[in-house]
């Protein structure tokens, strides 16, 4: 029997198929490249409170902007190491995974697009990206469950001070099939956003984003009147327990009590907490600043990665988000020993652009481009993608 063709490289396929619509059928891309483009396609279609609530962070942005700012880290390409077959395959939790990317959690996609997390699931599932679906979703997390029965997804988890609608949570999110828990530990409180400060706006006072409450049978419960009858109740009741600022390492007992799923703790920037995080069972730590939306004037993700990982040194998987735009972002961010990467706002902007076919636009650009920078800099696989690949400004 004849091998089986090898796949093409994804890098390779997406620029012969760009160039030969563009030159041999006088058709070329219609959606822009750089994300500074698909922003401001994005931004066309958004109205004024959609960008206040995806754009920018907290207070002065300084955060936000240091955040994006990879460049003290270069990376060093090196020649004829046999790269024409590249496997960007990894593990993580037990699971093989087509990409070391994710679609980190984000919230109240109904500002972005109508189809919101519909959209954003399909173009998920068309190319076996793994998505984390947010708390604060405008869509039930079942649809959207059902609607990526193929990929792998995990569930971002808000933990509600009404400890029976934090337990339904879990068990619905197990019941649906998601693969993981991701605990959010960075947003005890609302972070200082002036956007949304000058314009009074909060998109859950007006009902947006908060479907997996609405559609909650411990929620619905707790209230006088269901949702359809009385939002402007249930909009009350939801802000009042929606976080709990009290919560401690030691509560995190709860969380496994009441779930059988691996449990990722997402928002750590200081090695202490990642080494808490695995004594008190975490199955990996995620490495965030919330997109530089918390804390302002805070260390960067990317600045507290490298710490992180020296204190993790391999017990758990190290994931990463906050500031990456671009593919040799991620390169960077895996060479400093994160095991995955997870995207936000360029996906957003995607998303705000075209919809589900924006999505799958930046998501296949941006896999592209991770596959040609591995090539490029002498790597055919994750795993080659270490340290000696980069130097930090101070080195050069």
Known sequence: ?????????????????????????????????????????????????????????????????????????????????????????????????????????????????????????????ELNVPLILSSLSSTPMEEVAEAMPNTPKWFQFYWSSDRDVARSFLNRAEDAGYDAIVLTVDAPTLGWRERLIDRGYYPFMAGEGVANYFSDPAFRDSLEKPPEEDPDAAVDHFLDIFGD?????????????????????????????????IEHGAAAVDVSTHGGRQVDGSITAIEALP???EEVDGEVPVLFDSGVRRASDAFKA???????????????????????????????????????????????????????????????
């Not at 994005?42 to 004024?48: D, F, K, L």
């Not at 300084?62 to 270069?74: A, L, P, V």
């Not at 589900?356 to 993608?385: K, P, W, Y």
Request: hydrophobic residues 40%; proline residues 4%; contains cysteine.
């Open 1 to 125: 029997m004849a091998d089986a063709p090898k796949r093409e490289n994804i890098g390779n396929a997406k620029l012969k198929a760009v160039y030969r619509q563009g030159m041999l059928h006088d058709n070329p891309p219609d959606l822009p490249t750089s994300f500074e483009d698909i922003r401001a396609a994005a931004w066309e279609n958004m109205s004024e409170e959609g960008r206040a609530y995806v754009h920018g962070g907290a207070g002065s942005d300084e955060t936000f902007e240091r955040g994006k700012d990879f460049s003290k880290y270069r990376i060093v390409p090196r020649m004829l190491r046999g790269v024409a077959e590249r496997d960007l395959s990894v593990e993580l939790l037990g699971e093989e995974m087509d990409w070391p990317l994710m679609i980190t959690p984000l919230g109240v996609q109904t500002l972005l697009h109508e189809d919101a997390e519909h959209a954003t699931a399909a173009a998920a599932e």
């Open 245 to 277: 600022s009290s919560l401690t390492w030691d509560d995190l007992s709860f969380v496994f009590e009441n779930t059988d799923l691996p449990v990722v703790i997402k928002g750590v920037l200081h090695p202490e907490d990642a080494r808490l995080a």
């Open 307 to 309: 710490d992180v990982v």
């Open 334 to 396: 895996l060479a400093l020993g994160a095991d995955s990467i997870l995207l936000g706002r360029p996906y957003a902007y995607g998303l705000a652009m075209a919809g589900q076919r924006g999505v799958r636009h930046v998501l296949e650009n941006f896999l592209a481009e991770l596959d040609l920078t591995m090539g490029l800099a002498g790597c055919s696989s994750i795993e080659d993608i270490d340290r000696d690949k980069l130097k930090h400004e101070r080195e050069l």
